[in-house]
């Protein structure tokens, strides 16, 4: 196969939960996946292996999304390996929580919450951005976040962050329509994964019109869908996946 006909996504936080469901969505659907993590490496190997076993390929692509130097340097570093492929697939899925009350919070789990949303959306995005525009076709799907939309006590900066992301697919959407770019926001409500272990699952259950958590696989469909050929016509838009938790 030449490099032209090698079809590359990019998935933030593909090592685990929402992450690794992505990238074995997008391997299915012919991606050749480049999935990022920023310390667990050996469970980025293992998204890996799991995409192989689904029939595709992929590599394991750490850094730090927050981090602009690091972000920047293996990204060029990718580009100079493949100067024939682009990053058609962009799903900046890496996210933290750090919950406290606003009054109780300390100023770094405010800084490193936005960091990895913001930040870390500029940081991935922006460097992808002009390959899409040259070669008339991109998909961005952005993680958001009920809590994004509604905000959640105990998540001021996770709601910050999340409305943040929301508001800024909504923006470069209509600034990169034209060009057969789409940028949208999924909003899951609690799915089971990583981030929501310790909460009180039982309690929470009875919140949910759906009365269950969702699953990874479940959010990974959605956007599968929202980064295939057949959504051209979606964009700025952000689309819930909660059971009905509004
Ligand atoms: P998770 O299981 O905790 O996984 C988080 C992923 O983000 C991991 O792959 C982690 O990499 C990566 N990550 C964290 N900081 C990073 C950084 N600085 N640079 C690069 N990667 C980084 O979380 P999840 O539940 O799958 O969440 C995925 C996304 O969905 C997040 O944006 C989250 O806010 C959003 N979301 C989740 C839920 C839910 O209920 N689970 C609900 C709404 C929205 P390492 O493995 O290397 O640490």
């Known amino acids: 196969m030449t490099e032209t006909s090698i079809k590359y996504a990019l998935v933030t936080g593909g090592s685990r939960g929402i992450g690794r469901a992505v990238c074995i969505r997008l391997a299915r659907m ?10 667990r490496y050996a469970e980025a190997r293992q998204t890996l292996e799991q995409v192989q076993a689904a029939g595709g390929s992929g590599e394991v692509l750490p850094f730090d999304v927050s981090h602009r130097e690091q972000t920047a340097k293996v990204l060029e570093a ?30 770094e789990d405010w800084d490193s919450v936005l960091d990895i949303t913001l930040r870390g959306f500029y940081n991935v995005t922006q460097p992808l951005l002009q390959p899409m525009l040259t070669h008339r076709y991109g998909r961005i799907v952005n993680m958001a976040s009920v809590s994004g939309l509604r ?30 770019v789409t940028v949208n926001a999924v909003a899951p409500g609690f799915i089971r ?45 952000v689309i819930s996946i909660n059971g009905g938790l509004y």
Request: overall charge negative; charged content about 25%.
């Open 78 to 107: 990718w580009k100079d390996t493949h100067p024939e492929g682009y990053i058609e697939v962009l799903v900046n899925n890496a996210g933290i929580r750090r919950d406290n009350l606003l009054a109780l919070m300390p100023a």
């Open 151 to 180: 905000g959640m006590p105990g998540q001021t900066n996770y709601s910050a962050a999340k409305g943040g992301i929301i508001a800024a697919t909504k923006a470069l959407a209509q600034e990169v329509a034209r060009r057969g």
């Open 193 to 237: 994964t990583d981030m929501v272990e310790g909460l009180d699952e039982d309690a929470l259950r009875k919140t949910i019109p759906a009365a269950r958590f969702g699953e990874p696989e479940e959010v990974a469909a959605l956007v599968g869908f929202l980064a295939s050929e057949e959504a051209g016509y979606i964009t700025g838009d």
């Open 30 to 39: 012919g991606y050749h996946v480049l999935i990022n993590c920023v310390s």
